[in-house]
């Protein structure tokens, strides 16, 4: 293979790996965690998740007899461990129902499914704990 062939090939492989990117995190918008979320990065970096985004945000189209409508659903933050990717939500009403409430268990099954991540980590910040969600299907 010529100098040329090796360009072209790495090309072919930069695009794949940009395309490949864009389609896990880039419908994803986001911004840095700030010095607000300092107590809950801590304690996910010392179980081992990387924050990518503070308040990721993703826009949903819904379409009703043909109008098209458009909403935002957001979370706390957006993690990675060991490639795979989890939504945060932190709870700072820790007393106030059980994760295996209908209302709690619809609105993470949502968000999982629509941010197509692997699951939700559930931070309790006054407690320094977390607890980690999975739907199974």
């Known amino acids: 293979m010529s100098v040329k062939d090796w360009i072209i090939l790495a090309l072919l492989c930069l695009v794949a790996l940009i395309w490949w990117i864009r389609s896990r995190l880039g419908r994803i918008s986001g911004r840095?965690?700030?010095?607000?979320?300092?107590?809950?990065?801590?304690?996910?970096?010392?179980?081992?998740?990387?924050?990518?985004h503070a308040r990721p945000r993703l826009t949903v189209q819904m379409e009703i007899d043909g109008t098209a409508y458009h909403f935002d659903l957001s979370c706390d933050l957006l993690a990675k461990k060991?490639?795979?990717?989890?939504?945060?939500?932190?709870?700072?009403?820790?007393?106030?129902?059980?994760?295996?409430?209908?209302?709690?268990?619809?609105?993470?099954?949502r968000d999982v499914l629509a941010f197509r991540t692997s699951g939700i980590v559930v931070v309790y910040p006054e407690k320094a704990k977390l607890q980690e969600v999975r739907f199974r299907m």
């Open 32 to 52: 840095l965690p700030g010095r607000s979320h300092a107590k809950v990065v801590a304690l996910l970096e010392e179980a081992g998740y990387e924050v990518l």
């Open 82 to 109: 060991h490639g795979l990717l989890f939504l945060v939500k932190i709870r700072r009403d820790a007393g106030k129902g059980r994760l295996q409430s209908k209302q709690w268990r619809s609105n993470l099954l």
